[in-house]
């Protein structure tokens, strides 16, 4: 299924049947989003335009608080853009025998997403009951890069050793690898131009799971009387939880 609009899904999908015995199965997906948040075009300015000025201005509205009466005023002081990409494929092959079903597959899962924080002016004036009070500074715009690739390989087989009795037992490894690319913060009325070397292994796991069913029909009616089943899984995560150094910063100054 092909999808040009955006966000975009498109997904494959081929199935073969190699004999009476063995079947292959491989699918595949790419899936492009952007959660673009820009502030609303009541936060515009002359100088600074969130239709035009994507990563931000130092120029624009000024967001405001009062924190006397917990209000916010006219702007929040920072927005975010998240294009996220994410690939899927996995393959695999089943393999049928008179007391086996035994099934062997690769999964491979990477995802990229650039995390951009901007704002209208790069601040945020603090009021109390209507009083200046203070005044918040940001490092925007802020950047950061993080990518994942999870993979698994796993094998499992249904196995019937008498007319009565089921074994469904499997194992699977399962990788987990993260990294954030290099970047450089660049230089603000607040803050001075850094660069930040690319940072890998965050996370870096490894998982090995089995997984071992034993079912019993005692009456011999294919009812199962007793089951007893152990598994492990491993968490799917997301690499917008990885960004690393590059969160935005925010600092405060008396008025």
């Not at 009466?69 to 002081?77: G, M, S, V, W």
């Not at 009456?219 to 968490?235: I, Y």
Request: proline letters at 6%.
């Amino acid at each position: 299924v092909a999808n040009t609009k955006y966000p975009q899904l498109h997904q494959v999908k081929w199935t073969s049947t190699r004999s009476s015995r063995m079947v292959y199965d491989v699918s595949g997906s790419l899936n492009r989003v952007d959660d673009y948040q820009p502030w609303p075009t009541e936060g515009d300015s002359a100088n600074c335009k969130s239709a035009v000025n994507r990563d931000g201005c130092f120029n624009g509205l000024i967001a405001g608080q009062d924190v006397g009466t917990n209000t916010l005023l006219r702007i929040l002081p920072t927005y975010r853009d998240l294009p996220n990409t994410r690939l899927f494929a996995q393959g695999s092959m089943s393999y049928f025998l008179s007391a086996h079903d035994i099934k062997a597959g690769y999964q491979i899962d990477y995802a990229w997403n650039e995390v951009l924080y901007f704002s209208s002016s790069g601040m945020r004036a603090n009021y109390r009951n209507g009083v200046p009070e203070q005044v918040n500074t940001y490092n925007t715009p802020a950047r950061s890069i993080p990518e994942n690739i999870q993979q698994g390989l796993y094998i499992q087989d249904k196995w019937r050793p008498g007319r009565k009795l089921t074994v469904n037992a499997g194992i699977r490894l399962d990788t987990n690898y993260g990294w954030t690319r290099a970047l450089c913060q660049e230089a603000t009325p607040f803050v001075a131009a850094r660069c930040f070397d690319k940072m890998s292994g965050i996370p870096d796991w490894k998982d090995v799971s089995p997984r071992l069913s034993v079912v019993y029909d005692i009456a011999g009616d294919v009812e199962p009387r007793w089951l007893g089943q152990l598994d492990f899984e491993t968490p799917w995560i997301s690499p917008t939880k990885l960004q690393g150094d590059f969160a935005y910063l925010a600092t405060g100054s008396d008025f």
